[in-house]
């Protein structure tokens, strides 16, 4: 491989770090905890939720209108993880699993995921509820369908505990859904390792759908995101949508070299660190939209290409 090419195979998962590296700390000192709260309380009562979204439940804080709230169960087992360049003339080098290995196998319990992308209504409905900080006002902007970008690793950790107590103290909450809380399991953000077995199932595949890139599965190489679930994927495991594209989501793991190690966390916020983001956006084009891509931004970078979804999970 030339120097170029080898830089070329390192460059997106390293821009993608560049172009998100925000500063932390500077987030901390941009305004006092008194002005930071008075605009806080200000913007969640200003929110005018609407009354009827098609597809969501206004009485479950815009959930979907599934029995299990739009969240799918991914059954516990082992799925091949990372890039093997004799397959995938995509990979780049991050997507290695070791020195040895081209890819490796993770064995993971059961999870449910979410079949869609968190949206701007299920996002607003967090901040009318909690008056949660909104430093980039365009997150509650835009279709209420439309994946909640602009939001930080912070903003979506937030989210995640707020419906993770939410749904604790819900009597509406589905039975399947409440057991497994009150058994210790957890609204969560998902770890790469969830994220990419969701994407991909157990067969290794390039893309969520198969082995070749699809304009008809997935928005990418377009002007903007799409309203969750506007593309069919029935090839897709798990009947999951916009695994591909649409936009960045944030993951709970730190951005790292393989092999991954589910056991690894990082509690210092302050530290210098990256998160994982995965399955890429809409500005991007097939490379970086493939299951196994990963990209890392730092945990205060806010984007108008960077939304999440959630887990329940025990670990």
Known sequence: MSGAQSRNRWAVPLAAAALVGASWAALQLASSPETEGE??????AAIELPTHVPGLRPDAWFLPEEPLLGFVEIPAGPFTMGSDPSVDRLAFDVERWSATSAQGTVDLPSYYIGRYEVTVAQFAAFVRATGHRVVDETALRGDWRQPVTGVAWTDALAYARWLDATLRSWDGAPPELA????????????TEAQWEKAARGTDARIWPWGDEPRRDRANFGTRGPAPVGSFDCPECPYGLADMAGNVWEWTRSPYQPYPFEPSVSRVDLQAEALWVMRGGSFTDGEQNVRAAVRGGADPGARRPFIGFRVVISEH
């Open 39 to 44: 605009r806080a309380s200000e913007v969640a």
């Open 179 to 190: 057991a497994r809380l009150g058994d210790g399991w957890h609204v969560r953000l998902p």
